[in-house]
């Protein structure tokens, strides 16, 4: 059984675009974490969030993680090609190693 | 700097065959696990290991078998190879304790006919 859903599933914007992605639970995580993957490769964390509330920035990415810890939202300012990827979230519950991965988000900023 | 090495990098099954994939990381971390990653499905865990000798079953163990006699290696085994197990298997490690970060192998690219 999948906990974590992304939404949406499939994206294709236009370059200079901003975009959110969001990753929602029933279960509340103890920490959760946004991967990027690109074709052929393993995904590659972008961060980890571990505080209900708490925001991330990474240059132009943006990281919430709710305040109730059972869901997380990305937002990209300004999509470049690069940022063309899978985005994947993943969880982890108190007490456990367990990684549960989300459904992904496939991402396409098109130039 | 290898990280988390898998072989082999494609394979090619018929129905019933038995292979094993290969999983070794440098990094000396106790967590590993094995992951299949299908269309819309995002990552699901097969089996994972929190040290050597220990191992667990993650939410899509059948037809799988792990085990791990090393901190280094954390092979999966695949039984009876059918066609459903057709996907790309991911191995990951970190260090223990939640919001580790997880390092990933380059995948493995199955196919059962």
């Known amino acids: 059984t999948q906990l974590l859903e992304q939404s949406p599933q499939f994206l294709s914007i236009q370059e200079g675009e901003n975009l959110t992605v969001y990753c929602n639970s029933s279960?509340?995580?103890?920490?959760l974490q946004w991967y990027r993957q690109e074709p052929g490769e393993g995904p590659v964390l972008l961060v980890t969030?571990?505080?209900?509330?708490e925001v991330k920035k990474l240059k132009r990415l943006t990281f919430q993680f709710g305040d109730a810890r059972k869901d997380s939202s990305l937002h990209i300012t300004a999509a470049q090609p690069g940022d063309t990827g899978l985005y994947l979230c993943?969880?982890?519950?108190?007490?456990?190693?367990?990684?549960?991965f989300g459904t992904g988000t496939r991402l396409k900023v098109l130039a | 700097n290898a990280g988390v090495t898998q072989t082999p990098k494609f394979q090619v099954l018929k129905t019933g065959q038995s292979m094993t994939l290969q999983c070794a990381q440098d990094?000396?971390?106790?967590?590993m696990s094995w992951y299949r990653q299908d269309p819309g499905m995002g990552l699901r865990l097969i089996h994972y290991?929190?040290?050597?000798?220990?191992?667990d079953q993650g939410e899509v163990p059948n037809g799988y078998n792990v085990s791990r006699s090393t901190t280094e290696d954390f092979p999966l085994r695949l039984l009876s190879a059918a066609p459903s197990q057709t996907s790309v298997y991911f191995c990951?490690?970190?260090?223990?304790?939640?919001?580790?970060?997880?390092?990933f192998g380059q995948g493995t690219r199955l196919t059962v006919v």
């Open positions: 990951a490690s970190s260090r223990p304790g939640g919001g580790a970060e997880a390092f």
């Open positions: 279960s509340v995580f103890s920490s």
């Open positions: 969030v571990v505080t209900g509330g």
């Open positions: 993943a969880g982890t519950t108190s007490g456990t190693y367990k990684y549960i």
């Open positions: 990094m000396n971390h106790e967590y």
């Open positions: 290991s929190v040290g050597a000798g220990i191992t």
